[in-house]
Each structure stands twice: as C-alpha cells, then as structure tokens.
C-alpha cells in the first residue's frame, strides 16, 4: 500500500499539466498545435518557463530538456545573442513582407559556412523548403521523378509524406491525396546501387537525409554519398541533401562538410533560426537558376520575417565564433550518453540500445543492438514512449519517439542528471521485465 501511496503523490506532480490537457482538448484539435507533441508519457508537459537546458512545466517541475523544441534550439533556450537580436529588430517594427537589409547577411553567412550554399531562398518551415527544392529542381531540370528513401522524412505534404515506417510504403497519414506521390520512386536508405540501376534521364532529383536522423540517427554508409553524387552528375539530376536537422548540427556546414559530399541543393531549418521560424533552400548558382532570375514563383508572406531573419545571423554568428569546439562538445556528448545507454543496458539486462552522431541520438527498445538500418524495423516504438515516459519522471525530456538532441547550453551537470534519468528509466525497464 505503501508504494501505491507513493505512486499516487509522484503522479501528483503532473496535475497542473493534465489539467491543461483537458482544458486543451475542449478547443485545441488533439489538445496541441502538432499531432506528435501529444505522445509524451505520462501527460504532455505544459512548460511555464524555459532557460539553457533547463524547463518547468506549470506544477514547478524542472528537468534538463533534450527534447530542444524538436531540435532548433542547438544554443539551449532564450540563449542572450539570439534574444538581444530579435528585441533589436522588434524595436524597429514588424516589417512583415518587407525587403530588408537581414535577408543578404543571412545568405551570405550560409553561404560562407555551408559548401554548396552559394544562393539561398527564404521560407518558415523545413515542409515549405522541401516543397520549393522540389520546384527547383524539377524547374532546372525539365524533369518530374524524384527518388525518395523508405524512413527518411521530409515534412507532412502529401507530395512526400510517404514511406515513413518499415513494410509500409503508401501515405503517411490519414486525407492525403495518394496520387500526389505518383512521381516519387522509393529506394531503401543507404542503398546506392539500387538508385544508380534505376536512375535514368527521367529523374529531377533524388531527395535524401544525409545522416538518417528522423529514423535513428545513422551516419550514412561508406561510399553511399559519394555513389548518389556521381550517379545524379551521370544522368543530370539533382542531388538534393535534406539538411533540416544536420544543418548546422553536425557540423557547422552541415553533413555535406561532416562527410565531404557537396548537393546541388539543401534545405536548411530548425537549428537556423535556433527557436524561430525560418527555412532555406540554399544551393549552387547553376541549380538555383529559376529561382534566381525569377522564372520559378516563390510566395509567402512570411518570407524571410526579419525577426526570424536576425535569430538566425545571431546564431550563425555565435556558432561561427565558437569554432570547432562547439562541435566537439555536442560530439562528446552525445558519443557520452550513448555509451552510458550501452553500459547500463549491459548492467540491468534492459532491452535498450541507441546510435548517435554529432549532437544527437536516438533511444531503441525492444531491441539489444542496433547494427544496420534495416533494424529499425525490429525496435518496439510503443516501448520507447514508456522508456521517454520513465526519463521524465526522472528529470530528463527526450522526444517521445526516443530523439535526444545536446545544446551548447548541456553542461556537465545538466548531462550528468540525465545519465542518472536513463539509469534509473532502465531500471524501471529491467524491474518490470523480471
């Protein structure tokens, strides 16, 4: 009885959130404003305050935070130059849909960090960005297929929304339009040999995440880049590296520095704008040609918003000036925890695993290893919510799908309090498995 007493009070802590739940469902579509935000165990966490690697929810809790909005937050949250920026260009008006003297700065700055960045176009979101390469590419090339990759995500339209899970290749989500994928041509990811017998001079690109991250966080294989890059230069298609979460990431010229492999096309998010909403396509002069002359239609009122605009040269600027040791850190880090996951794997006999690269990794269950990228397909995706659910009440967010990203703002204490999160969640796992 006792411990049920104490299970009850240790729930209890939770209650202003689960209030905010039901008071959300009653006007808030699923109670949130992003269907995946829901899945958070035990409750979605109202967050009343955030700073550095830290949030408190509305009930006072505090934990270190690897959730980092779903991966923008790269310098931590509130992080002083990205805020002073943004008040700055607040104080001199919301210019919305204005041509302002950011949006040059912020080009060029891409393009002296990122290698295959010579010119840039502006957006809110990584969807929008994905659907304007796209555009670009097919405009530059007089082409329509495009080759996809099974697991690789590259924003919610219908157009690519496909293929999101092992064994299920159609529509990712229920009221698309399943003709609006009729020219992607899907492939297993890291299979280069199968693109270049299949690649002819009808392709306009093949789209890829570099570094498979919203499937687990793999580094590509060996030769696979450098095959795609040679078999899209053969048959004069694009090569176009989703660069969403890596940009910035990874490396600061993204995994096509981290892995020496130049696209004709990125698209750039999250990290950008560290917090704000901004995207960008950004590539070479010659694949940007539509776009640059104006002969491809680039809309959006929020185009270049100049408070998203100023967030990103504030971050660019802090990640330029920090150097290589800014990447180090987060490699450090994130290499750290995922060998603390193996080691306390090891000592409880908990099903658990996780792969990493620079500033990221991605928590399995269900599984002991995680060798090839087919193995996703193995790892149990409901048992990775409840291992998330475990690190919370423990002190530590990570995204319920298992992702945890390092921040500049992750010092030793922050990582150490989620080492003792992801002990005492596995744990919990090998207890309930005894």
Same mark, same amino acid.
């Given at each position: ?139 530059g090339t007089g082409r329509l297929k495009v080759a996809k990759f099974r697991s690789n995500y590259h924003g919610w339209f219908d157009s690519v929304h496909v293929a999101g899970r092992p064994g299920r290749d159609g529509p990712d989500a229920l009221g698309q339009d399943p003709r609006a994928a009729e020219a992607l041509v899907l492939f297993d990811w890291g299979d280069a040999g199968a693109v270049e017998a299949a690649l002819d001079g009808s392709y306009a690109a093949v789209l890829v995440e570099p570094a498979a991250m919203n499937a687990g966080c793999f580094a590509p294989p060996p030769g696979f880049l450098e095959r795609l890059r040679a ?107 995922? +060998? @603390?996951?193996? !080691? =306390?794997? &090891?000592? %409880?006999? $908990?099903?658990?695993? *996780?792969?990493?690269?620079?500033? /990221? ?47 500049? +703002? @992750?010092?030793? !204490? =922050?990582? &150490?309090? %989620?080492? $003792?999160?992801?002990? *005492?969640?596995?744990?919990?796992? /090998?207890?309930?498995?005894?």
């Amino acid at each position: 009885m006792d411990g049920s007493r104490d299970d009850r009070q240790r729930e209890r802590r939770f209650d202003g959130s689960r209030a905010h739940r039901a008071r959300a469902l009653r006007h808030v579509a699923f109670g949130v404003s992003s269907t995946p935000r829901a899945n958070q165990l035990p409750v979605p966490l109202a967050i009343e305050r955030a700073e550095g690697a830290r949030v408190v929810d509305v009930d006072g809790n505090s934990y270190v935070d690897h959730g980092l909005g779903y991966g923008p937050l790269i310098l931590g949250h509130s992080p002083g130059g990205v805020i002073a920026a943004v008040h700055a260009e607040l104080a001199r008006g919301l210019r919305t849909a204005s041509v302002h003297r950011g949006e040059a700065e912020l080009a060029e700055l891409i393009a002296a960090c990122v290698p295959s960045a010579e010119v840039s176009a502006f957006v809110s979101t990584g969807s929008e960005a994905i659907h304007l390469a796209l555009r670009v590419a097919r405009a530059g090339t007089g082409r329509l297929k495009v080759a996809k990759f099974r697991s690789n995500y590259h924003g919610w339209f219908d157009s690519v929304h496909v293929a999101g899970r092992p064994g299920r290749d159609g529509p990712d989500a229920l009221g698309q339009d399943p003709r609006a994928a009729e020219a992607l041509v899907l492939f297993d990811w890291g299979d280069a040999g199968a693109v270049e017998a299949a690649l002819d001079g009808s392709y306009a690109a093949v789209l890829v995440e570099p570094a498979a991250m919203n499937a687990g966080c793999f580094a590509p294989p060996p030769g696979f880049l450098e095959r795609l890059r040679a078999a899209t230069r053969r048959h004069g298609a694009m090569l176009v590296f989703d660069e969403v979460v890596t940009g910035f990431r990874v490396a600061l010229g993204g995994a096509q520095e981290a892995w020496g492999v130049a696209p004709d096309i990125c698209v750039l998010g999250k990290a950008l704008g560290a917090g704000f909403p901004i995207g960008a396509v950004s590539g070479t002069r010659a694949a940007m040609s539509t776009l640059m002359d104006g002969r491809l239609l680039h809309r959006g009122t929020f185009n270049g918003n100049p408070a998203c605009v100023a967030a990103a040269v504030a971050c660019l600027k802090e990640l330029r000036e920090g150097g290589p040791a800014v990447y180090e850190r987060l490699a450090a880090a994130a290499a750290g925890l995922s +060998a @603390h996951v193996a !080691a =306390e794997a &090891a000592r %409880t006999g $908990a099903r658990v695993c *996780a792969t990493h690269v620079t500033g /990221a990794l991605q928590l399995f269950a269900g599984v002991q290893r995680m060798e090839r990228f087919a193995d996703i397909a193995s790892a149990d995706r409901d048992l990775v919510l409840r291992l998330t659910g475990e690190m919370l009440r423990a002190g530590a967010i990570a995204l319920p799908r298992g992702l945890l990203y390092v921040s500049t +703002a @992750h010092g030793e !204490a =922050e990582l &150490a309090a %989620t080492r $003792a999160a992801i002990t *005492a969640a596995m744990e919990a796992f /090998a207890a309930e498995g005894r």
